[in-house]
């Protein structure tokens, strides 16, 4: 991916391991990567960046990744980014309240690193 095209893509992961893993992923593939560990970071940051991916756990400290979405929807300035949620929880229930709650996709953990960077890429085309 040449330079003056690479991609943002905001992470917001809580889990020191899981986010090693998704950045590091994302950097060998040429993608510009920004990192939160909360959701308030995640809303600071997207005060004056507007990235063009945003991967979003769930389970956070303070506010969860329900709540962060909701906010990147009141913000019309990030009309353009794909929200994805970045998820462990795969019961029946959480499932539902993703689709229900206009996510663009979602990704479970324990991460698949190949299909992870299809999906990744599919999303951005």
Same mark, same amino acid.
Request: glycine share 6%; no cysteine.
């Given at each position: 991916m040449p330079k003056e095209c690479k991609? %943002?893509?905001?992470?917001v992961e809580d889990n020191r391991l899981n986010m090693k893993l998704v950045v590091d992923l994302?950097?060998? *593939?040429?993608f510009n990567v920004l990192q939160a560990v909360d959701g308030e970071s995640a809303i600071e940051i997207m005060k004056t960046t507007v990235p063009d991916l945003i991967l979003l756990d769930i389970q956070l400290?303070? $506010? @969860?990744?329900? !709540?962060?979405?909701? +906010? $990147?929807? !009141? *913000?019309?300035?990030? @009309? &353009? &980014?794909?929200v994805v949620a970045l998820t462990a929880q795969?019961? +029946? =229930? !959480?499932? =539902? +309240? $993703? %689709? /229900?709650? !206009?996510?663009? &996709?979602?990704?479970?953990?324990?991460? /698949?690193?190949? @299909?992870? #960077? #299809?999906? $990744?890429?599919?999303?951005?085309l």
């Open positions: 991609k %943002s893509i905001l992470v994302l950097g060998v *593939n040429g400290p303070g $506010i @969860d990744g329900f !709540e962060v979405l909701k +906010r $990147i929807k !009141e *913000n019309k300035q990030l @009309d &353009a &980014a794909k795969v019961m +029946r =229930e !959480e499932m =539902e +309240r $993703i %689709s /229900n709650v !206009e996510f663009d &996709a979602y990704l479970t953990k324990p991460i /698949n690193t190949k @299909d992870f #960077i #299809i999906k $990744i890429k599919t999303m951005l």
